[in-house]
């Protein structure tokens, strides 16, 4: 018998954000795999069994997820947000890729969720609204060097850009030094989003300028967005701004 593997985006939290595919996915699988807090926020039945692991162990779910797939059972793989973004796909393509022949002939598919960085722009207005990109500030799996060469070529290239993992706990500089090297090339007065468990009710959102914004309010359930020079912000009163980047750019 041929098991089937579906990997599925849960979205940044809030159960209304979850895509109506995901949760029929959910409902149909038998075995569950992934980070412990991603998993509890499902509604599972008793006959679906949770494999709970850490965060860092992503290849070894992967393998442990394409084993029972292949012993005939319906597995589902668990991200949040987006599992193409950051996340679990990436690590199953790569435990296939270097794993047994009868990997390749598994039934595999990903279905998307709503990703951080959206549902953070959508809390903020239209920041997104031009050309942006995204950049885990993790150096788990890249060297730190990297990431601030990426930054600045970035910066300098115009994109708005979103951080994934600002901070962690081996490196709790790196969000403060990432704001460093992008003042060397952006204007003190570029917005920057700050936005916290987007969706959950542990919520935080803040808007500070560039050159105000340090490592502080970030924690690893915020994703940061940070404008390109175009980006705008429009306060109102007694509401919180929106932040928009414009469609165009004038040469
Ligand atoms: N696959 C996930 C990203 C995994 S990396 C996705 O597509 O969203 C984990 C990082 O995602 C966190 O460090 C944080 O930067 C971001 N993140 C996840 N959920 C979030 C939320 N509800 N609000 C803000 N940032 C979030």
Redesign the pocket.
């Known amino acids: 018998m041929t098991g089937k593997l579906v990997i599925i985006?849960t979205g940044?939290?809030n159960p209304d954000q979850m895509t109506p595919q995901a949760l029929a996915a959910i409902g149909a699988g038998e075995q569950f795999f992934g980070y412990g807090p991603y998993l509890d926020r499902l509604e599972l039945r008793p006959n679906q069994t949770r494999v709970a692991s850490d965060n860092r162990q992503e290849i070894d779910r992967a393998r442990a997820a394409l084993d029972a797939a292949s012993k005939g059972a319906s597995v589902c793989v668990v991200?949040?947000?987006?599992?193409g973004?950051?996340?679990m796909a990436a690590a199953i393509c790569e435990a296939v890729e270097t794993g047994p022949e009868t990997w390749r002939r598994l039934d595999i598919m990903v279905l998307p969720?709503v990703?951080?960085m959206l549902?953070?722009a959508a809390r903020a207005g239209a920041p997104l609204g031009h050309d942006f990109c995204a950049i885990?500030l993790s150096d788990n799996l890249k060297p730190w060097e990297l990431i601030e060469r990426r930054l600045r070529a970035v910066a300098q290239a115009g994109l708005v850009i979103a951080l994934?993992?600002?901070i962690s706990r081996a490196r709790p500089w790196q969000l403060a030094t990432a704001f460093k090297i992008l003042r060397e090339v952006l204007p003190v007065s570029t917005p920057v989003i700050f936005?916290?468990?987007?969706?959950?009710p542990d919520e935080r959102f803040a808007v500070v300028p560039l050159g105000e914004a340090d490592g502080q309010p970030a924690d690893?359930?915020?994703?940061v967005i940070i404008g390109s020079a175009e980006t705008r912000i429009i306060a109102r009163p007694g509401l919180d701004p929106l932040v928009y980047s414009p469609r165009g750019v004038e040469i």
């Not at 690893?220 to 994703?223: D, K, R």
Request: hydrophobic content about 35%; some cysteine; glycine content about 24%.
């Open positions: 985006g940044p939290g991200s949040g947000g987006d599992p973004v950051f996340a969720g990703t951080a549902a953070v885990s994934y993992n600002p936005g916290r468990a987007v969706g959950r690893m359930a915020t994703c």
